[in-house]
């Protein structure tokens, strides 16, 4: 528990509806009886008393325990920046582990894999998601040695995996959430391909395949290519790479599953190969780690980074606030690291020697909206490049400043970094886009880097409850043109988007887009300007609208690999069943 006594002055955080109901039910503290005891302002102050504790072991520090914790408290609770949700639940409590991201490695043998099952019920249990690679494990039919019978394959232990994870769920603060890797080139890929299929199929699972660069170079000139046992080395067999590429978005365009990892481009970004090789990402895809590695993310809101111009009418960036948020927030989830208890020994480990951290920024389009700029617009991604470098760039210097004073991450000598003689730095990587998923709703502002999904929508979050939000950057400039009425937001809740709709400005309905007003190309462009300044990688979900066309699907997936991104996930409206977010009535 903290020590840090909580100042007589501290003012108490202002908490919009939404996040009030979020915040009792996963975030305060209860007691057996499930009643909670914690009020927003005891929770906010255990996070932030707890992280700037950390700072009193390193005696070299330029901050003080006591005022770091004072910032941090007014840095979360002005919704300029918040660490991911296991650091909000857990920080200052028993429990301690403040990582959302965990890659565990699947072995090929009976023990390894209920290993694995066993970690990521732990994990989950903590609130952290766990993402596996598969492909380490020989195909469906072949021989096991020992027993002379047959292997079941990948696809029949993803399913324990998914069974376990279910269980968990029932008793943990959120639902487990799992990421499933399978190379292209392992011999089961047509059947992982088709693994969800079914909806409600793996439903704990977002599945990926990782696809090679031969793979690629494949499909582009509809060569075969190879099938290799990962037991033996061997080639198997042969598949059409343009025909797996088909089937692969045939089955996108039905689920939205699978999405696609490019694995050597992932590689080659690896801040520390003589450690190992990547082969999987956590389950939203945007944090690729080793195995046994765990990483905590944070995010910025941009949406507080809006400045009117020294004319006091042109808008800008806040350039000055947006560094020092940086600075603030690289330096609160290093110490993150150190307050983090992990579940398992080789976590710690891999932790403590590569100090990876996650920061992001959401309130993208919330930015975009006071700049009065069309998220579909190159005027929308040029600045998406210049805000992430700046971040990429200052959350450079501060790990640079926290080597300094605290010393490099252990494996930096053997690091890119290292061999390049760039450090020290704190951290192997510095940069990673999250979802924000429940981050969003807490700090009032769009996730991640995604445009809104609608103006006025009824979320559904947890157990059926149903929140109405409206934008409040669009509620603001209704009023400012003088068209507000409440029949008005009551006509755009049921549809989403005010593009049709005529008897409004047309600099508004330019402005004020949504995701499905969006055309893809610019989803994928706005991906790949972030991602130039990032080091881990960008959650984002091509949204598509129910008439997309596999063409379509075939285009995006072809571009995401153009264009330089890690991977791509797309979402066809209605092609699922259940959606977390959805306009209409919510149902
Ligand atoms: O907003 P919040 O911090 O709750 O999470 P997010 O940004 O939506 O997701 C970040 C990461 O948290 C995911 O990629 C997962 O690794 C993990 N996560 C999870 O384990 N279980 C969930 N239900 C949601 C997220």
Redesign the pocket.
Known sequence: MPKLKMPANLPDPIINENAKIVLKRRYQKKDAEGIVYETTKELFWRVASAIAEEEGKYKNSSCKPASLARDFYDLMTSYRF?????T?MNAGTDIGQLA???VLPVEDDIEGIFDAVKHAAMI?KS?????FSFSRLRAKDSVVGSTGGVASGPLSFLKIFNCATEQIKQGGT????N?GILRVDHPDIMEFIKAKERDGDLNNFNLSIALTETFMKAVEKKEDYDLVAPNSGETVGTLNAREVFNILVQKAWESGDPGIVFLDRINRDNPTPKLGEIEST??????PLLPYEACN?G?INLGKCYAKGRNGKDSEVDWDELKRIVHLSVRFLDNVIDASQYPLEQITRMVETNRKIGLGVMGWADLLYQLKIPYNSQTAVDLAERVMKFVHDESRSASKILAAERGAFPAYPESTFGEANLGPYRNATTTTI???????IIGGCS??VEPLFALSFVRNVMDNDKLVETNPFFEQAVKDVDAYSGKLMEEIAKVGSIRKMDHLPEELRKIFVTSMDIEPIWHLKMQAAFQKFTDNAV?KTVNLPASATKEDIWDIYWKAYEYGCKGVTVYRDGSKTSQVLCTGDGD
Do not use: D, K, V, Y
């Not at 959120?174 to 959430?177: D, S, V």
């Not at 956590?282 to 944090?287: A, I």
């Not at 999250?434 to 969003?440: D, E, N």
């Open positions: 918040l660490p991911n949700s296991p909000l959302a991201c965990f989950h609130g952290g998601g766990t993402g959120r639902r487990g959430a990421m956590n389950p939203c895809g945007e944090q993310l995010s999250a979802p924000t998923g429940t981050l969003s996730s991640g959650s």
